[in-house]
């Protein structure tokens, strides 16, 4: 049988000292022990870990890196961001779509990404026009992973309103379907003809974009929609998503999402920066988790959340790059260590341990992946090596190694049980840089 010898594992019980890893013909872990190295096994350098999960992901805003920082002294605003982010989605079309997750995808899985949750809201033609083929943009997105070589979660995302009472505008057309009623139609049709049964490595769930996004009254409808499977949201990322939610609700949007069903254990709401002692309890009651995006919430000056109180209320805290203005889980897992300390002026609010949970099983789960994101028989084998000798990581102690690694350390790369990046290159794609540098380049002229 296939398997990998790693001098140090990150397994359930905690680091440990040579490890066999064998795999199935199926891609699984079909054993994980102590032992001496083989002949035959594939040796993996550094410290072992499971392969990363990233629970937020907006494809197409990678375009937007570099690009959004305002020409005046302000540098811009949230909001200012999001008209250029309006700019990339008016240009994309299925093919250009499916080119630029491709090398998306592709700077994930050399960062040890191997499962993504894809927040997709980018649906329609021009003007809201439906494609022939109204999942044409969700094809593009499942072939883009495919191609990548990563696991999705394709979480097709409702989004109704331009904001709170206002009807959808401009390119705003392109995300929505009429009514919730019209989005689950169209998903339906997603998870029939290709999504979820074209591949064992992808999945289909949903989510409610914000209570912008989706009236009140819909609320409760689409929460019941696509029962068991994962339910994301954004919520409160934004003073002034909890301002205009108060004033048309009475209610903050945590309050809102649980007076209408949509919290539950199923659910992941993303972000939750700004938030009431109430808001902590509700989202910790309902079982929720929470995707905390620390390198796009200090690049939109989004603030810091109250992570350590949502995950003491019973959250499971989990990790997303977002709009990629970094794509690198272990700069996200620090990040979220660092704006903790910022936030209370103490250290060790989470433990490497707790990071690592974060960035691998809490953020699978999240993802509707609850077998994966561990070293242990019966989980898939998707394994990224992280090396112990590189200037950032050497001299470090083993067991903290995430509190100093980054993507850039990332030796290898393990995906089913077969090696799909390597020092820095994709197996299949080869040169990411390079392609990131063609298909944006391509987008912007």
Not at 26 to 44: F, H, K, T
Not at 101 to 117: K, L, P
Not at 185 to 204: C, F, N, P, S
């Amino acid at each position: 049988m296939l398997s990998y010898w790693c001098a140090r594992a990150w397994l359930p019980d905690g680091l440990t000292d040579g490890v066999l890893v064998t795999v199935s013909d199926a891609g699984l872990i079909a054993d994980v022990r102590q032992a001496r190295p083989r002949p035959e096994s594939r040796r993996l350098p550094g410290v072992v870990v499971p392969g990363f999960a990233n629970a937020h992901s907006h494809a197409f805003h990678r375009a937007l890196r570099g690009r959004t920082h305002g020409g005046d002294a302000s540098g811009g605003t949230f909001w200012t961001w999001r008209e250029t982010m309006y700019e990339v989605a008016g240009r994309l079309d299925p093919d250009s779509y499916h080119r630029l997750a491709r090398a998306v995808y592709a700077e994930m899985v050399v960062a040890g990404v191997t499962c993504v949750g894809e927040f997709h809201y980018l649906h329609h033609g021009p003007n809201g026009r439906p494609y022939a083929d109204p999942n044409a943009m969700g094809h593009a997105l499942r072939q883009a992973a495919a191609d990548a070589g990563l696991r999705l979660t394709l979480l097709d995302t409702c989004y109704l309103t331009g904001g709170i009472g206002e009807p959808l505008d401009g390119v705003q057309r392109r995300f929505g379907d009429g009514s919730v009623a019209g989005w689950g139609e169209r998903v339906e049709k997603l998870v029939a003809e290709g999504g979820e049964g074209a591949d064992a490595t992808t999945r289909i769930g949903a989510a409610v974009h914000s209570v912008r996004a989706v009236p009140a009254r819909d609320l409760p409808e689409l929460a019941a929609a696509l029962p068991g499977r994962p339910l994301h949201v954004h919520v409160s990322e934004q003073p002034a998503e909890n301002t205009a939610c108060q004033a048309a609700y009475g209610r903050s949007p945590v309050a809102l999402l649980h007076d209408t069903g949509v919290l539950s254990p199923r659910t992941t709401a993303v972000h939750a920066t700004h938030l009431s002692a109430e808001d902590v309890a509700l989202l910790g009651s309902s079982g929720a988790a929470v995707c905390c995006c620390p390198s796009t919430e200090a690049d939109l000056a989004d603030g810091l959340g109250p992570m350590r109180e949502l995950a003491d209320a019973g959250c499971r805290i989990c990790l997303g790059s977002d709009q990629h203005a970094v794509v690198d889980l272990l700069a996200e897992a620090r990040a979220l260590e660092h704006g903790e300390r910022l936030r209370s002026g103490h250290r060790g609010r989470f433990t490497p341990d707790e990071l690592l949970r974060a960035a691998t099983v809490d953020g699978h789960a999240a993802l509707g992946w609850p077998e994966a994101g561990r070293i242990s028989a019966g989980a898939p084998c998707d394994l990224v090596a992280v090396r112990d000798d590189t200037v950032r990581t050497a001299g470090a102690s083993p067991d903290q190694l995430p509190l100093v690694a980054s993507g850039s350390d990332v030796a290898t790369v393990v995906v089913g049980g077969r090696v799909i990046a390597e020092d820095g290159r994709h197996a299949t794609l080869g040169d990411v840089g390079a392609l990131l540098a063609r298909e944006i380049g391509e987008l912007w002229a």
